[in-house]
T-cell receptor, first 111, second 112 residues
Framework: GQQVMQIPQYQHVQEGEDFTTYCNSS?????IQWYKQRPGGHPVFLIQ?????EVKKQKRLTFQFGEAKKNSSLHITATQTTDVGTYFCAGHTEYGNKLVFGAGTILRVKS | EPEVTQTPSHQVTQMGQEVILRCVPI?????FYWYRQILGQKVEFLVSFYNNEISEKSEIFDDQFSVERPDGSNFTLKIRSTKLEDSAMYFC??????????FGSGTRLTVV
């Protein structure tokens, strides 16, 4: 079945450093979504990417969707303590009706 | 901002008992989902529901699981005979069209 891999599993950065998490799907995706889950919270939708090679920005967050629509990345510039949480990518296949989540990257920020 | 509401927030049940987890999706949303997350692990798809029927389900969603939309607002997940390994956070989610999902705050199910 469809698998979505995400690395790294865990990253601990100094406040002000950059952070990147990478997502790779075993199958071509129709879209990829990114979610943030604060400790003890629920996944909160951040963004959806649909087009091959698409790049979107939200303030300090930059999201990319690969040309082959099988991989994606989230880059945070100059992390802040409010960025702490687990970042999940999740993808839909062309004909699937389910959103499959990656394992997530846990981000910790030292102030 | 509209929310997906889940009740209860925490349920403790004895192994073998039935539980019903309740969700009120956002009112103009058309697609409904149940996911679960075992502590510290990934968010796993259970079932999707559209137009009053299941549209897709995972291998986890076996005969012990069922979903219902008994009225125009509620969306329930029933586990008929709970097992220890059913202990997890269960999230309900809904969406309107081809966009992001809105997740509820979850129900923490503990089977003892």
């Amino acid at each position: 079945g469809q698998q979505v891999m995400q690395i790294p599993q865990y990253q601990h950065v100094q406040e002000g450093e950059d952070f990147t998490t990478y997502c790779n799907s075993s199958t071509t995706l129709s879209n990829i979504q990114w979610y943030k889950q604060r400790p003890g919270g629920h996944p909160v939708f951040l963004i959806q990417l649909v087009k091959s090679g698409e790049v979107k920005k939200q303030k300090r967050l930059t999201f990319q969707f690969g040309e082959a629509k099988k991989n994606s990345s989230l880059h945070i510039t100059a992390t802040q303590t409010t960025d702490v949480g687990t970042y999940f990518c999740a993808g839909h296949t062309e004909y699937g009706n389910k959103l499959v989540f990656g394992a997530g990257t846990i981000l910790r920020v030292k102030s | 901002e509209p929310e997906v509401t889940q009740t209860p927030s925490h349920q403790v049940t004895q192994m073998g008992q039935e539980v019903i987890l309740r969700c009120v999706p956002i009112s103009n949303h058309l697609y409904f989902y149940w996911y679960r997350q075992i502590l510290g692990q990934k968010v796993e798809f259970l079932v999707s529901f559209y137009n009053n029927e299941i549209s897709e389900k995972s291998e986890i969603f076996d005969d012990q699981f069922s979903v219902e939309r008994p009225d125009g607002s509620n969306f329930t997940l029933k586990i008929r005979s709970t097992k220890l390994e059913d202990s997890a956070m269960y999230f309900c989610a809904s969406k309107r069209g081809n966009y992001g999902y809105t997740f509820g705050s979850g129900t923490r199910l503990t089977v003892v």
